[in-house]
T-cell receptor
Framework: ELKVEQNPLFLSMQEGKNYTIYCNYSTTSDRLYWYRQDPGKSLESLFVLLSNGAVKQEGRLMASLDTKARLSTLHITAAVHDLSATYFCAVRETSGSRLTFGEGTQLTVNP | SAVISQKPSRDICQRGTSLTIQCQVDSQVTMMFWYRQQPGQSLTLIATANQGSEATYESGFVIDKFPISRPNLTFSTLTVSNMSPEDSSIYLC?????????FGPGTRLTVL
């Protein structure tokens, strides 16, 4: 059974600081997703990572994938308050179509 | 991209009743998915719904409790049957479009 673990689960940071969220998974995967969820809202797709070494950036967020280590990172650069949300990684097993989600990282950026 | 809508957006229901949630996608998609998100938790896949075949349920979810229909390539329904307070959750519809899996706005269900 595929397991997906995120850490940290809670992150409080100051504006302007950098930080990284980690996503580890337990079996081979051909696709890894990062989503953002604001309170009371649905999930917004941030990144889809398809291959080893893939790196994608959008604004202050950068995601990378190391399939050999079964690890993805979401790096936050110079955080701003608007980034406060819960971030989920989700992994699709190579053999199937279902996504398995991590527990989510609740990010709070303080002024 | 795919735009997904759900109805109702929220409901408060009595124990023992059933609720059907509708999901509409603005593009034809092969695979649609139903997820549950309990308060403060992550998402759990209930089932995968392909047009023209029976839905595939994940461990812990059964067709009698969560019957699903998929009559065409843009529409699906999920019914939550014989509800109990433990069914209070957000139910999200999702569809695969290209490499991305998109999510609907969710249906917030409260069972009294």
């Amino acid at each position: 059974e595929l397991k997906v673990e995120q850490n940290p689960l809670f992150l409080s940071m100051q504006e302007g600081k950098n930080y990284t969220i980690y996503c580890n998974y337990s079996t081979t995967s051909d696709r890894l997703y990062w989503y953002r969820q604001d309170p009371g809202k649905s999930l917004e797709s941030l990144f889809v990572l398809l291959s080893n070494g893939a790196v994608k950036q959008e604004g202050r967020l950068m995601a990378s994938l190391d399939t050999k280590a079964r690890l993805s990172t979401l790096h936050i650069t110079a955080a701003v308050h608007d980034l406060s949300a819960t971030y989920f990684c989700a992994v699709r097993e190579t053999s199937g179509s279902r996504l398995t989600f991590g527990e989510g990282t609740q990010l709070t950026v303080n002024p | 991209s795919a735009v997904i809508s759900q109805k109702p957006s929220r409901d408060i229901c009595q124990r023992g009743t059933s609720l059907t949630i509708q999901c509409q996608v603005d593009s034809q998609v092969t695979m649609m998915f139903w997820y549950r998100q309990q308060p403060g938790q992550s998402l759990t896949l209930i089932a995968t719904a392909n047009q023209g075949s029976e839905a595939t349920y994940e461990s812990g979810f059964v067709i009698d409790k969560f019957p699903i229909s998929r009559p065409n390539l843009t529409f699906s329904t999920l019914t939550v049957s014989n509800m109990s307070p433990e069914d209070s959750s957000i139910y999200l519809c999702s569809a695969q479009w290209g490499y991305t899996q998109y999510f609907g706005p969710g249906t917030r269900l409260t069972v009294l």
